[in-house]
């Protein structure tokens, strides 16, 4: 139970960076890159944030089902890495779309959908 507190506590740290690193980008970034890599759509930089709020969503869904009894038995020596493996991926996942956000400028005058 105490490891998914600390997963908890990252995720709102991570969240605090990722409303400070969005601060910082420009009004309109990056939403969508088709398989060439090549940009072809943009949006408003706060999306980002829904991203940032899925770790956290997921942690405390894990703590009530664990407080509420609707975690599954298991032996008590084994332990469960998907979920700080979930948790850090989609962490890494919101971190690649700042990054290719910071790498890309809107062409001027690009609407914001």
């Known amino acids: ?57 997921v942690s405390l869904g894990f703590i009530i089902a664990r407080q509420k009894g609707l975690e599954r038995p298991k032996s008590p020596n084994m332990k469960n890495p998907i979920f700080p493996i979930l948790n850090v991926f989609f962490i890494a996942i919101t971190w690649v779309f700042v990054c290719i956000a910071h790498q890309y400028d809107a062409p001027e005058g690009t609407p914001v959908s």
């Open 1 to 57: 139970m105490k490891r998914l507190y600390i997963l908890l506590g990252a995720s709102l740290i991570n969240y605090l960076l990722l409303l400070v690193a969005t601060l910082r980008l420009p009004a309109s970034v990056p939403i969508h890159v088709n398989y060439k890599m090549i940009v072809d759509g943009y949006g408003s930089r706060w999306i980002l944030m829904v991203f940032g709020l899925i770790p956290i969503i």
